[in-house]
């Protein structure tokens, strides 16, 4: 969106908004945002030897292929959780059979996608497993979200009833700020609006079942709304269409997990 003229608009991840921010000073003048879409889960899938994240300082862990989520968010997070390791951007299936005949020097692959990812549903060998991640050394940076995996989500490498505690990284519909009424302003609105018009289709079973929880109406906080997408709840506000956006009152794991959080830094502060 920022250097190829002809793109309009780009899923991007909050991390990677905030390495441009310090890249490209007024950011916030050229990027508005659509929706906030549902996170993305941090997978760190390793070989039985490896038993926490600090075995692995120094092994090879693979990001993907470079362009991918996990290629540029993966070793951001690893920088700040301190952990060098000796990065690897070849295409995961590659990446994963050498882990699995313990040829290739690799010991850890990081997936950020939404769960499940299909790779983790077929057969491993016994002790390879999910790596725990903890939210609390996130947290203060605003950017990702708790989150984990469950024995539902992967039952041939998670017990049953138990889970692996992870984060999560928040993905946002960001589009070009185009002058309203400009030809390429015009083209986005129509694309918001037909996004917005269908949102409860995407609500429905057959869609990413994380659509569920995308909340119309949520902010992202550093960036302004796209005015077509604005105007568009703005409407939908006055014609009392409240069902637009998410309204589920049970709350989502994501946001469970935060309330513990919550919690936990409350009493950990007095």
């Known amino acids: 969106m920022l250097y190829l003229r002809g793109v309009d ?42 038993h926490s994240l600090n075995d692995l300082v120094g092994k090879a862990v693979n990001f993907n292929t470079p362009g991918t989520t996990a290629s540029y968010s993966g070793p951001l997070i690893f920088d700040r959780l301190k952990i060098a390791v000796s990065k690897m951007f070849i295409p995961h299936p590659i990446a994963m059979e050498d882990m699995r005949t313990g040829r290739g020097g690799i010991e850890a692959v990081v997936f950020i996608t939404s769960k499940p990812v299909t790779a983790f549903l077929r057969s491993w060998p016994p002790g390879f497993h999910f790596l725990p991640v903890d939210f609390k050394d996130f947290a203060a940076s605003g950017f990702y979200l708790p989150a984990r995996l469950t024995s539902d989500d992967y039952p041939g490498l998670i017990p049953a009833g138990q889970e692996v505690r992870t984060i999560a990284i928040p993905t946002v519909l960001a589009a070009y700020n185009w002058p309203v009424g400009s030809d390429r302003y015009k083209r986005l609105a129509r694309m918001t609006d037909r996004l917005f018009d269908r949102l409860n289709e995407l609500h429905q079973a057959g869609f990413q079942p994380q659509w569920k929880n995308v909340n119309a109406n949520a902010q992202v906080p550093g960036l302004r709304r796209f005015p077509a997408a604005q105007d568009w709840l703005d409407r939908a506000h006055l014609a009392g269409a409240s069902s637009t956006a998410n309204t589920n009152d049970a709350p989502s794991d994501e946001e469970r997990l935060y309330r513990e959080f919550l919690e936990w830094r409350k009493h950990h502060q007095q």
């Open 9 to 50: 608009a780009a899923i991007i991840n909050t991390d990677a908004l905030d390495q441009f921010k310090k890249l490209v000073p007024n950011i916030q003048g050229q990027i508005t945002y659509i929706l906030s879409l549902y996170p993305s889960e941090l997978h760190i899938f390793v070989r039985p030897e490896i």
